[in-house]
């Protein structure tokens, strides 16, 4: 499988999160020939690298991929490690169609047609491929932290794991996002005098944590995916919002939470640097010992080697198919169809969806014209699960 003798395959999933792992549900579903690649070394990596303290917002009834439930009772948060596990589980039933340790370089067309992945010496082929590589992949931190005095220990929440890893004495926590929000949380319950700077997007009325919320759970998931889509006026303002901003409202600590916690809220943002100490856009200067940076991620398609890119980054796609390039497909994006197409919730239709369509055009292509759910009993025996 190497540049002069590729892998062939039908369709290759890039990512082994739970993009691609509901991306590969949908193509063994239809019996259709695939690999998934995935970087890490373990299925669910993405999940245990994040902070230990962390549960997820959304409850496990809404944390499953299609086929399998995960195994917790329906209004309990999972901690990364319970969601890492549950998605080691479910890739388990693709066998050796997962192929772990395995990076990609490049993706770009085939000279003979179809797309080439590149991953190290290997080489492989497919006239299908979806990205599942994750949106979020660069942490992101302005250039002025770095002139930061070094006696500040300064980290992103990406690296952020506990508190032991802050030095004593005051903590800045930039950005109030749902991470920013656990964070400042976690500084203040172990000891720290503790500043949030930013600005939330709005909050719900009650925590996640809630009973209301256990009531309200329904309504929100059929909210953010009925409602808030790319099909209705609303969806559609809101979509440049959360894909550029990152927009949306806080879900278990909410601004009481923090202010009786004793977190200083200071909305406005951190400016520069002065002395060596963070500057605010106010003019204070703070005296903190630590600075988490909870400024979010930028994405990463450098490797893509295709013309699908717009200017703001994005892949130019109909809810996640290229239509400009037949066969190439993207599951995760932000508000790739909805608000829960960044969610776990969202991965399933998501995935659903654009695989039906690639599959559809390429069996679209044969002779007959015939679509998926008509398959000849020829078309079956090779792929024995087509409906
Ligand atoms: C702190 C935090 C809390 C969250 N909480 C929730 C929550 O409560 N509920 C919820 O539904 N969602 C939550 N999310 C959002 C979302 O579910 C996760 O970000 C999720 O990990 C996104 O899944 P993904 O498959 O799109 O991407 P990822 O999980 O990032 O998976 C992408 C995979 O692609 C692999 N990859 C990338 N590039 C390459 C390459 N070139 N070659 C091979 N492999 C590659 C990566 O190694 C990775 O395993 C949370 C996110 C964060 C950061």
């Known amino acids: ?19 691609g792992l509901a991306a590969a549900y949908h193509l063994a579903r239809r019996g259709i020939d695939f690999v998934v690649l995935e970087r890490d070394r373990r299925i669910g990596d993405q999940w245990r690298s994040r902070y230990d303290s962390l549960r997820l917002y959304s409850p496990a009834k809404y944390d499953g991929l299609p086929g399998l439930r995960l195994p917790m009772r329906g209004h309990t948060f999972p901690s990364g490690n319970e969601m890492a596990a549950y998605l080691e589980s479910y890739a388990a039933q693709f066998g050796d169609r ?21 991953a190290g010496d290997a080489t492989y082929r497919a006239p299908n491929v979806i990205v599942a590589a994750g949106f979020f992949r660069e942490p992101y931190t302005p250039e002025f932290a770095a002139s930061l005095d070094p006696e500040i ?25 749902h991470s920013g929000a656990d964070l400042a949380m976690e500084a203040v319950s172990n000891g720290h005098p503790t500043i ?7 909050q719900l009325p009650f925590s996640v944590d809630s009973r209301r919320g256990r009531v309200a759970w329904p309504l929100l998931k059929f909210i953010g995916s009925n409602v808030l889509t790319i099909r209705t ?43 060596g100490k963070p500057l605010m856009a106010d003019g204070r200067v703070l005296d903190v ?6 400024t979010g991620f930028r994405p990463d398609f450098g490797w893509i080697d295709l013309p699908i890119f717009g200017d703001d980054g994005f892949p130019k796609e109909d809810r996640g198919v290229v239509t400009s390039m037949p066969g190439i497909g993207f599951v995760g994006l932000p508000f790739q169809f909805g608000f829960t197409s960044m969610l776990v919730v969202g991965a399933g239709p998501d995935a659903g969806h654009v695989v ?7 069996l679209g292509k044969l002779p007959s014209g015939r679509r998926v759910g008509e398959a000849t009993p020829a078309e079956r025996d090779r792929w024995p699960e087509l409906p």
């Not at 002069?4 to 082994?16: Q, Y």
């Not at 220990?153 to 996002?177: I, N």
């Not at 039906?356 to 390429?362: D, F, K």
Request: with cysteine; hydrophobic share 35%.
């Open 1 to 19: 499988m190497n540049g002069t003798n590729p892998e062939r395959h039908d369709a290759i999933v890039i990512g082994g999160g739970q993009a």
């Open 98 to 118: 997962m192929r772990t340790g395995v990076s990609v370089d490049r993706l770009g067309s085939a000279a003979d047609g179809g797309y080439e992945v590149i």
């Open 153 to 177: 220990r300064q980290m992103h929440s990406h690296d952020y794991r506990r508190p032991s890893q802050l030095g004593d004495g005051p903590v800045l926590v930039v950005g109030f996002s």
């Open 196 to 202: 949030l700077s930013g600005r939330a997007h709005g």
């Open 233 to 275: 006026p609303v969806g559609r303002k809101m979509r440049p919002e959360i894909r550029h901003n990152g927009g949306a409202p806080l879900l278990r600590y909410r601004r009481e939470d923090l202010l009786e916690a004793g977190v200083e809220l200071v909305e406005s943002r951190v400016a520069g640097v002065q002395d």
């Open 289 to 294: 010992a630590n600075v988490i940076w909870c």
């Open 356 to 362: 039906s369509r690639l599959t559809n055009l390429r």
